[in-house]
Structure formats: C-alpha cells, structure tokens
C-alpha cells in the first residue's frame, strides 16, 4: 500500500480505535484477586482475543501461565522463507490507588479539553494494544504482506510474577520469531520517535520489624518499649544518603548513563516536581534514572492517621522496589538489600525480609536489519529521526526472551510518554501518539513483508 494511503488509512481508523481502547478501559483488569475479581481479568483477556481476530490474526486463544494468569496468543503462519514478527503487549493494569484523585472516572475512557484521553490502562499497556490493532487494520489482509505475525498479551505483566516469562522459556518455538516488538515503552516525548534500548532490572521485597507480642499503650509502657515502626523507620533510612543516592551496601551508585541525555527542567515539568525541591543524587537526571540502583518504598503496613491509637506496635511491614541497571545481578543485589536491612537493625529488633519477585536488566541490539526498518519507519511517521533512550521501569519478560530466542531482534516501542502519568491517577494518552505510533508500525510491517 502507498505510503499516503496507508497514512490515510490510519487516520481514518482513529474513530475505532477510541472505542476500542473506550471498551477495553472499561474492564478492570487489576491481576489481583486481593483487590479485583479475576473475572475482570478473564473478560479483558477474551475481549482482547476478540478484537485481534477481527484485526486479521486467526487462531487466537488463552493460554494458561504458570502464575495462574492468562495470555492471549494469536498466530498468522509466514509464508516459506519468510520473518515472523512477534507483538507483545499486556492487559491487565495497575490498580487506580486512591480514585478521589482521578479528574474524570477511572474505568471510563473520558476526552478532556487538552485532547488527551483519560482512564486507568489508556497509555499502559491498552494504548499499545489499541495502536498494534489500529496498524494490522489499515494494512488490510494480512496474508498478502507474507510475513508470519504473532501476537502475545500478558495477563500479570504489572504484578510482575513471571508467568509470561516462565512460559517463553519453555514452550520456545511456540513463541519464536525473527524479530519481537514489544510495545509497552514510548516516546521520550509526544511527537518525538524513540526506541527504548535499556530496561532497568527489579527487586520487588518486604521487611518486616517486630518486637512485641502485640500493641501496647504508648503512655503506659511508650519509652523503653523498642518500637518496630521507629526501628523500620531507622532502617530504611539507611538505605539513602544525604544526597538521596541509594546506598545499599554493595551495589554500585556511581554508573554513569553514556546515551542520550534527559535534560533537568523536562524532567521536573515531567513529573511535577514542586518548585524549590531539588532532585534527589549526585548524578544527572539520566544517571540516576538508567545506571543506578534506586530504592523506592511503595507502601507501609502501619495504622493510618485516621484511626490510629497512641500505642507502640508490635509489628509493622514496609514493601521496597529495588531498581538496578544493567550489568548488576538481581540476586546478588536481593542479597546485598537483606543483609543491609539486617545490619541496619536496631535494638536487636526481629527482622524478616521476603522476596517476592525479581528480573533481570535488558539491553537490545541495535545494529540489526529489523531496527534499520523500524528506524527508517519511525521516520516516516514521525517526520524525524528515530532516537534512543533507557528506561526505569523493568519488563520481565524481555530477559526471557532475549535469553531464549538471542538471535532475534528485540526493538521496544510504544505510546507511553512522560505525560501519560502511567501508575498514577488521571493516566492519560495522546490520541496523535496512537495514530503515528499505529502508522509507524504499519510501515514497518509492510516493509518487513517486503524483505527477500
């Protein structure tokens, strides 16, 4: 298809495409049974095989995974002598945290007056899914491009247990392609192409502190009573200098990120940060965020404010997310993080750290026929040159692949951008981002079809 065409094509696709991501945002796919009934994640998972099949990929189909979540696989077999192409993406989201924060409903897809469309999963990941639906519906029958195209969608990739990961290593030719796209990153901003090359890894663990049999009455007993939340508290202080580097003892602090830069002011109106608060570490922005470890405490079991009683706890449970660059090993560093904590330890208080989850950093190739395509693609969509960026968060499943299939390509795309606040409230996607995005992909999937 020209290439006029094929941008015509996308554009008239964008009215789909809002009630694609509009009912796919509806369900409340949080791979939580704790929070969410599983059946929110099962209907998400069939709506998911539904669109894709309409899209063009037969024989689409759940796949059972060993951490009891879903994946929603699909597969249109390549012609002989043919590259297969493999679109990953997940489903499920994370959940809203505290919803009077939202603007508009959480579960509703809702248009603002800035364009942007509102919803929890909008940019992470359905946005993906709805730009890999939006481009396989321009291109038309898929079966005269030749190519072979898989699709996977994780059902638990938030929750961050392996499930997916696990299945590509051992069902791998099930999985197997010449190239994968994994479309759960995005542009350095909106408008700007890039291709994310490096993925922090992750440690995901608890601590708990206790010193008591029970709570006892803080002005009765408070004093000597050897409190956990002030001993927690001690601890987790020692896991940040006075500079805000982390300070796990024996993790390297001192990486120093060699692509390209993130500038100070974009990050700070990125992420809002108050004026007059300053950053935390002594590196740059890019420094800290893709070749150092950050420790990040995402949540204490104590007693909220509201509700809470004068006395001195008997027990309390902090939850740490340990991110690490590339080159450190997740267990050594899950190892170096429990041994810190329990030296850290005060009043021979008893501490008891779990882990919960781990994987490792990634780093994709870059020199590849299939990133050459996919750059010269960008560029046609976008109107400018492909650039390339790190990334903070972590995606388990691409040391899976890149382990098991390491002659394959791996390129990470997608349309979440800075102001897509992913993770947090009011989650947002640009509707122009899933438009260029869809397109860009499109181009690369006929030009791909066009390969000897």
């Not at 404010?305 to 450190?328: C, D, F, M, Q, W």
């Amino acid at each position: 298809m020209p290439a006029n065409a094929l941008r015509e094509r996308v554009h008239q696709l964008m009215g789909r495409a809002e009630e694609d991501l509009r009912d796919l945002v509806a369900h409340r796919s949080v791979a939580d049974a704790r929070q969410y009934p599983v059946e929110e994640c099962e209907r998400a998972a069939l709506l998911v095989a539904r669109l894709f099949t309409e899209a063009g990929i037969p024989d689409m189909r759940l796949l059972d995974t060993p951490d009891g979540s879903k994946a929603v696989f699909g597969h249109l077999p390549a012609a002989p002598g043919s590259p297969t192409v493999l679109l990953y993406s997940h489903y499920d989201v994370q959940p809203p945290l505290d919803e009077a924060a939202w603007t508009t409903p959480v579960w509703t897809l809702t248009e603002r007056g800035d364009g942007r469309w509102y919803g929890r999963g909008a940019a992470d990941c359905k946005g993906n899914i709805v730009m890999q639906l939006t481009a396989l519906r321009a291109l038309g029958d898929l079966s005269r491009l030749g190519i072979g195209i898989k699709v996977i969608s994780e059902g638990a990739e938030e929750q961050s247990t392996g499930g997916l990961a696990t299945l590509v290593r051992e069902s791998p030719k099930f999985l197997y392609a010449d190239t994968v796209l994994v479309c759960d990153t995005g542009n350095s901003a909106a408008g700007v192409p890039t291709a994310t090359t490096d993925l922090r890894g992750v440690v995901h663990a608890t601590v708990s502190v206790r010193s008591l049999a029970g709570p006892v009455h803080s002005g009765s007993f408070g004093g000597p009573a050897p409190d956990p939340l002030n001993a927690l508290i001690a601890m987790l202080a020692t896991l940040h200098d006075a500079d805000g580097n982390t300070t796990v003892n024996g993790l390297d602090n001192s990486g120093r990120w060699q692509g390209a830069d993130y500038p100070v002011e974009r990050y700070r109106r990125d992420i809002g940060v108050r004026d007059g608060v300053r950053l935390m570490g002594d590196g740059t922005v890019a420094d800290m965020l893709w070749a150092r470890p950050a420790l990040t405490v995402t949540g204490i079991d104590c007693p909220p404010v509201v509700g809470s009683a004068p006395a001195v706890l008997g027990e309390v449970t902090a939850k740490l997310n340990l991110r690490i660059p590339y080159g450190t090993d997740p267990d050594a560093a899950w190892q170096a993080l429990a041994a810190h904590l329990a030296a850290a330890a005060p009043w021979e208080v008893e501490v008891e750290t779990t882990l919960i989850s781990s994987s490792r950093p990634f780093r994709s190739r870059t020199d590849g026929l299939a990133y050459a395509a996919l750059a010269e693609a960008m560029r046609e969509a976008f109107g400018q040159e492909l650039t390339t960026t790190g990334q903070g968060g972590s995606i388990p499943v691409c040391d899976a692949l890149q382990e098991t299939f390491p002659d394959a390509e791996i390129a990470l795309i997608g349309v979440e951008e800075p102001q897509c606040l992913i993770h947090a409230p009011d989650e947002s996607v640009d509707p122009q981002e899933i438009e260029r995005m869809a397109l860009a992909l499109a181009y690369f999937l006929q030009t791909q079809g066009e390969q000897p």
